[in-house]
């Protein structure tokens, strides 16, 4: 697909302004800060300003509010940082945000506060291999962003051909939110090329069973054509997809399409996604429930603030007057503080 024909797919400012019922000059504004981007497919799915597709892209003022939930490091991402490119939460495994454009910009995204920007240069990406032969431990890579399939299907198939015979790396991931977004850009083109490397699992990310299309199963039956696992990960967002039935239905209709569970996350603190949020334990009892109704509900997990990894929410210690902790393997202890229900904005 040409730079011209990806134009074409995309809302103008006043498409946005009148599906969403927001002024177009408050676009402006935001855009600056914040980027708003609507492909025009996905917009149709945002059958009014209160759906859930609706609700995960409008930008609101509220955005650039501080809360006393927020934290500057969510995910404890920042301290993980390898290369400034490269986080190193595992031994055997990193993640690289090739990218930090996207086709579409979800309010509540953990990154929101990394300004977007284009493909990682060549030179970090050499650096990249560089690291990865000093560091022969690491077995997987994972591209992530922003969206990797914003990139061309050249520079994909070039990180996966110099993956397969620069390194000793023995499988690579893609995240991307492509097939939910933008899935014109999800080709068999596409697919059969980045399939002929390095053992390859692609992960993507629908929160509601409103974003599934016929397009959605058509994605899904290309990967599986060529063996390629493909999964599903969700975050539980409030006035999104914070109801029992809701998730059953998003999981049980991926499992019916041929695509694995993989996560379902607590939503990360970042400045700016307040709205989003939900207690951990207004989340546990939910999907509890979801869990009484289906057998395909996936673990529900919480990125530690600690940078720790992802741990099940199930396994938390509650340790009083909203205090949580959790007990390594190796015998650290994460303790953190969740949000006070009574701070949740509407």
Known sequence: MSVTDRKTHFATRNQIAERLEIQPEWLDRVRRIFPVKWPTSYLDLATSPSSAIARMGTPLPEEWASDEGDLIDPVGDLQQRSLPFVV???????????????????????????PPSGAISESDWQALLGYLNVNPEIKEVILSGGDPLTLSDSRLCLMGEQLQTRTQVETWRIHTRAPVHFPARVTQSLISQISQYLPLRVVTHYNSVSEITDESARISKMWQSVGVPYLNQAVLLRSVNDDSTQQVQLWDRLVDMGVSGHYLHHPDRVNGNARFRLTLKQGLSLVTKARLNSVNIPRYV??????????DVSQLDDLGEGWYGYQHPNGRLTRFKDIDSRSLRG
């Open 88 to 114: 190193r939460k595992h031994t055997d495994r990193i993640i690289v945000l090739v990218t930090k454009s996207c086709h579409f910009y979800c309010r509540f995204c953990f990154r929101r506060d990394e």
């Open 302 to 311: 919480i990125d530690l603030p600690d940078g720790t990894g992802k741990v």
